[in-house]
């Protein structure tokens, strides 16, 4: 069996990221334009037609592991796999198949379980389900003409999105053969066992009114993949948002291939929250995600804990409640002289999370509140903390995952290629540090948190306020003018979802950890 793909030609003399492209039912590989455009010359581009659809006249296997063999033995020996709709779930299941080949996994309006079943509402019902594919043996054309109806439902740009889908159709019409085997496909397909054992990093985009594909689905995922729902969009955000899609994309597929930055200055970060004279007053969310870690801890009364990174002790005092002798450790001497102005009850001692001035085995508990993703090397941290509790203590921390201020990273890279935000571990590298260090993770949450701004300066003093600006080495120096925030500004409103501010992601990764006895 042969496979109908073809790769796009590049600028880019770097050698750019392998991305595959795989379309949805009755569409074909000229669906993407839009959003090839809008990605540039960032990635060579691959674009896969299914059996039956486009230009692919090949007959739909019988089973879909023949269909992954054969892209297997044309695709790149790596990459990143993109797919919608139908296509999402087809790059799901290629990934489940070969996860040596899949770099990253990107699904766009797609679902792991298109048709509803007893545990699953989140799908299409049977009856609906049969009664399309009746209407598609009755009239190909017709049917056709109805789904891009479907697709384009919902969203602002309804007439565009519909034209365009039909435009598709229409260049390189799929056989009805093909059409029906892939309808037969999607029905069987239940990968919902098969998301939750992904171990490769995964991004789900969906539309806010698609109507095939809620967008609910988002919260049925497994916590550890990220996803972005875009408003105003029907099944087909690609085609109505292309450039906030691309830069969503491109943002997420970076992130996995840089992972976190590993040389931040860390005199430059102790300084940079000394500074942070209104730390407490603009540091909303680090104090959320505080109480949420403190409501983590075990009620039992111990007997040492160690506040690491205590800040300006705003939860010490609560932690003191909770144990005989608590120690506030901060990397910055500003930040603990406000510490000890609070009256709580600790020792105070200036350190750094990996060189800890504190004794083997000497600690019961450690809390560790938005802190430890300013670490740069996450085996000598795992070392530490592992070093300092006692066999049978535990760790409770908190902190920030890749997909922070991704809207003000991806808006930057519109201005120009400096580093303008700090980039985070991701839940796989932690916990492969936490494991070689001979920690158990017990426990592990991922959360994604909206929070808003009025404007991209705002945003910026935000930051800044509470310490958490650039402190990336390539970064720029010296001051922004106008006209750079106001190209900011308005390549950030291309992310936004039609409110007057703009949305703020912030990911919010707790662990609990536990040292075997």
């Known amino acids: 069996m042969q ?11 770097q050698s750019p990221m392998d991305l595959v492209l795989i379309h949805g039912w009755g569409s074909n590989e000229n669906i993407w334009a839009p959003l090839i455009t809008a990605l540039g010359s960032a990635f060579q581009i691959h ?8 230009n692919n006249a090949e007959t739909w296997p ?10 297997s033995q044309s695709l790149p020996p790596q990459a990143a ?15 489940q198949r070969y996860p040596e080949r899949v770099s990253a996994l990107i699904t766009l309006a797609s679902t792991p379980c298109f048709v509803a079943r007893p545990d699953w509402t989140l799908g299409m019902s049977e009856r609906e389900f049969t ?24 969203d602002t740009q309804l007439k565009e999105v519909r034209r365009t889908l039909t435009q598709c159709a229409e260049s390189a019409p799929a056989d009805a053969s093909g059409l029906a085997s892939g309808l037969e496909t999607l029905a069987q397909l239940d990968l919902r066992d098969s998301l939750e054992e992904l171990n490769t990093p995964h991004l789900a985009l969906f539309g806010a009114e698609d109507k095939l594909v809620p967008a609910g689905v988002a919260h049925a995922l497994p916590a550890r993949s990220s996803h972005w729902t875009l408003a105003g969009c029907g ?47 603009a540091a909303e969310l680090q104090q959320a995600t505080g109480h949420t870690l403190l409501n983590s801890l075990p009620e039992h009364q111990t007997d040492r804990l160690l506040d690491l990174g205590c800040g300006t002790g705003f939860f010490t005092q609560a932690l003191a409640e909770r144990a005989d002798t608590v120690l506030g450790v901060d990397i910055s001497e500003g930040m603990l002289k406000r510490a000890q102005q609070t009256g709580a009850v600790a ?8 060189a800890l001035p504190i004794a083997d085995s000497s600690i019961d508990q450690i809390f560790s509140s938005l802190a430890i993703q300013w670490c740069e090397n996450l085996a000598q941290l795992s070392t530490e903390l592992a070093r300092v509790l006692r066999p049978g203590g535990e760790a409770a921390l908190a902190t920030l995952g890749p997909d922070t201020l991704w809207e003000l990273r991806a808006a930057w890279r519109a201005v120009d290629s400096k580093v303008h935000v700090n980039r985070f571990a991701s839940p796989s590298q932690l916990c492969t540090a936490f494991a070689e260090a001979g920690l158990q993770v017990i426990c592990a949450t991922h959360e994604l948190q909206t929070r808003r701004a009025s404007t991209v300066i705002a945003l910026a003093r935000e930051l800044r306020a509470i310490g958490a600006h650039n402190l990336n080495p390539g970064r720029q120096t010296g001051l922004t003018g106008k006209a750079r925030w106001q190209q900011l500004d308005a390549a950030y409103r291309t992310l936004c979802d039609g409110k007057s501010d703009l949305p703020v992601t912030w990911a919010i990764d707790i662990y609990r950890l536990r040292k075997p006895h």
């Open 47 to 54: 674009t896969l037609e299914l059996p039956g659809h486009g």
């Open 81 to 95: 796999y993109m797919g919608w709709s139908l296509g999402g779930s087809l790059a799901l299941c290629f990934a």
């Open 131 to 154: 009664e399309f594919q009746a209407r598609l043996a009755l009239d190909t054309s017709s049917c056709l003409q109805y789904f891009s109806g479907l697709q384009a439902m919902g």
């Open 235 to 281: 099944h087909a955000p690609h085609l109505s948002r292309p450039k906030a899609v691309a830069a969503r994309v491109t943002d997420f597929l970076i992130q996995q291939n840089k992972g976190c930055s590993r040389s931040r200055n860390k005199q430059q970060v102790a300084a940079s929250f000394g500074r942070a004279d209104e730390y407490d007053r």
């Open 347 to 354: 020792h105070w001692l200036c350190g750094d999370a990996e």
């Open 3 to 13: 496979t109908a793909i073809k790769a796009q030609p590049v600028s880019d003399a």
């Open 62 to 71: 019988s089973r879909t592991e023949r269909l992954l063999e054969a892209w």
